[in-house]
């Protein structure tokens, strides 16, 4: 634990000041959450100590991702409604840490258990990497047609599987 603590200290005091301004928001988000998915398939089929302190360092990298996103969403809104999405990722957080452990220690209690079809007690980092995945989809379908905002004729529109609509513009660029 002492070593998970020090590398999240590393990365959120003080790679975050550098990558992010450097990267941006969204390849840092992208980068994160895919760190993160990938130290949870690392942490399930890990053999050894030293093959889990490395994908535990790894998976510290996904401290990039929740300021970015953050970053990025609180560009999308005015400024009276700062507070209403601070609220609203708060509430997401606060049902994710309920359902979370829940939803893992059963996939874990079960696939350790003698009915089985496998018995695999890293099962419950590789629903985790899963759920991690999905999001991370519905994040690139909104980032993705973000970034791809265009002005024209002071209308701004934005581009996503080819069809174009209008939309409000990002008060920022997103990096």
Not at 92 to 106: C, D, F, R
Not at 137 to 155: D, E, M, P, R
């Amino acid at each position: 634990m002492a070593f998970i603590s020090a590398m999240s200290a590393i990365v959120q005091g003080g790679l975050l000041r550098v990558v992010i301004p450097k990267f941006g928001p969204a390849r840092c988000a992208y980068f994160g959450v895919s760190a993160t998915s990938v130290a949870f398939i690392g942490v399930a089929t890990a053999g050894n100590s030293e093959a889990l302190y490395f994908w535990c360092g790894l998976s510290s990298l996904g401290g990039l991702s929740d300021p970015s996103i953050n970053s990025i969403l609180s560009n999308q809104v005015s400024d009276d409604s700062q507070g209403k999405l601070q609220g609203i990722m708060a509430s997401m957080n606060s049902i994710a840490m309920i359902v979370g452990p829940l939803l893992l220690t059963q996939t874990f209690t079960y696939f350790t258990s003698d009915s089985a079809p496998v018995y695999l007690p890293g099962s419950a980092f590789c629903v985790a990497a899963i759920l991690t995945i999905a999001a991370s989809f519905s994040f690139s379908k909104f980032v993705g047609c973000q970034i791809t905002q265009v002005k024209t004729h002071g209308l701004c529109l934005a581009q996503s599987s080819g069809v174009v609509y209008p939309v409000k513009p990002a008060r920022k660029p997103l990096g």
